[in-house]
């Protein structure tokens, strides 16, 4: 079983930067790959971005590809997205989620999540 907690939102102007961080426990972190999330209100969840089991390989949402940049650090059993020029569209709550298969994109091929941690971009 893998407890994932997220860290790292917060309110910040558009344009601005966040970092978020996803800590993990009672797992073998590097067997898993680590995705983001996100859900904004009134809206389904979406991927935000993935990372491999060595960090080797990444997949980004359109919406998110450069300006977003998911990282793992295996030693601290950690995984991280950087966020820059923030837009209010990317104002949701956003979750961190750990599975066994090779970079899932869809919510539902992934088999533990996170509380998220809210991020609110004012315009």
């Known amino acids: 079983q893998v407890q994932l907690v997220e860290s790292g939102g917060g309110l910040v102007q558009a344009g601005g930067s966040l970092r978020l961080s996803c800590a993990t426990s009672?797992?073998?972190?590097?067997?898993?790959?680590m995705g983001w999330f996100r859900q904004a209100p009134g809206k389904e969840r979406e991927f935000v971005a993935a990372?491999?089991?060595?960090?080797?390989?990444?997949m980004y949402a359109p919406s998110v590809k450069g300006r977003f940049t998911i990282s793992r650090d295996n030693a601290k059993k950690t995984v991280y997205l950087q966020m820059n020029s923030l837009k209010p569209e990317d104002t949701a709550v956003y979750c961190c989620?750990?599975?066994?298969?090779?970079?899932?994109?869809?919510?539902?091929?992934?088999?533990?999540w996170g509380q998220g941690t809210r991020v609110t971009v004012s315009s």
């Open positions: 989620a750990a599975d066994r298969n090779m970079l899932p994109t869809h919510p539902g091929e992934y088999d533990y």
């Open positions: 009672g797992g073998t972190f590097s067997l898993y790959t």
């Open positions: 990372i491999s089991r060595s960090g080797s390989s990444m």
